[in-house]
């Protein structure tokens, strides 16, 4: 059974009353959908239309006081889209072209009553569907409209090759200081706008997108000669089920606050640089002097004090190094790369002293990061598994299952369960030897990054870090080293 709100409500207009009654019958018979509603004169159906609530009209041509085209032409007035079916008696041809004139939906002409319920049912709820699904299809294309009017962001529509503008706002207008009409007749023409510098990185965007790839892309812009406007595009095709790009759809906004943020932190993270390596020195300095005479004190003398001091020499020199690489880790990176995952996780261990410790890389995508930073943060996951482990660990890396982030994992003694909140806190360690700011550092890098990380246990209950909401996939741009 279908719903209420998917009934159709005919109107059949003929002056004949057994006519009428045997198509009532008949209609209702073929479709449990289908209401019929008549009327015996051209006038008492216009009356019943205005009524309301009709979905369909159909209507004999020859009648006394007017003829079914005349009705039509009164519906149409009203509604130029409500399906209207001609059911005349004879196929003339002058009847047919005046009602095609008119507007009429359908033509059908009478032959055995009962052998055409079946095909003016079908014909009813395929024009009734069809009218419904336009409607409604324009009541949404209207509402999209009228976001886009007041959105912020440039909204727009491109073919797939981009020679034509389908759709655009008129956040557009305020962006680039265009006309849109100018842009509808120069599909291109906003790349005037661009900076000079930045077009042929928006042209491969462009060329990127049209091969069926997302992109995003930041550039500047010049509204006026006075004003310049940092701007994200963001661009997804569209395609169809064998793959082909049919058209392209995206927004450009303004993030120019954001650019003018991240230069402001730039400056002070190099300011912080400045500052922290001068500290460093200046504590360094003193922490050799120390040292060298420990040591000249040890050829002299044999104490357990003056091992005891050794020790705390290098735990100070260890804590120095972590602490200036932690002041260094600022909360922005540098423009993202598309690199090989494996090449970061190859070339991070390198900088690693492994022992007998051995890595391997199980999977690789490429991911969208920042190589020198992500590199950093790999290394501290290596030494940190060889470091909170007595004996030798076998490493395992790789790209998680769904595709969202990457992993580290040893087979070692694992991170106990209510521990595994606090081990990225800065300084809390469970050796003596640590500083407490490897896993501190990870954290601060990974955040920079927007991605997420989470300690947990591995296959072989060894400590497993999963970072994710990393972008995978694409084409290798980048290096690690």
Known sequence: MNSAGDQIAVLYVDDEPELRDLFRQGLERQSDRIAVDTADSPSAALERFHEGGIDCVVSDYSMPGGTGVELLRSVRETDPELPFIMFAETGSEHVASEAISAGVTDYVIEKAVGAQHELLARKISTYVDRQRAE????????????????????LWVFSADWSELLFINEAHERLFGQPTEELYAEPDSFLDRVHPDDVDRVRAAMERA????????EYRVRPSESVELWVESQCEPVVDEEGTVERMTGFTRDITNRKTRERELATTNEQLDRFTSTVAHDLRNPVNIADGHLGLAREEFDSPHLDASARAIERMDELLSDLLSLARTGEAVNEAQSVALEEVIESAEHNVAMGDARLAVESSEPIECDPVRLKEAIENLLRNAIEHNETTVRLTAGVLPGGDGFYVEDDGQGIPEEQRGEVFDDGYTTIEK?????????????????????????????????????????TVEGSAD
Do not use: K, M, P
């Open 135 to 154: 409607r409604r299809a324009e009541r949404v294309n209207d509402r999209l409209h009228e976001l886009a009017g007041v959105a912020n962001d440039a």
């Open 210 to 217: 049209t091969a069926g790839h997302s992109q995003s892309v």
């Open 434 to 474: 640590g500083t407490g700011f490897g896993l501190s550092i990870v954290t601060r890098i990974v955040d920079a990054h927007g991605w997420d990380i989470e300690a947990t246990e591995s296959v072989d209950g060894g400590a497993r870090f999963e970072v994710t909401g990393v972008e995978c996939g694409g």
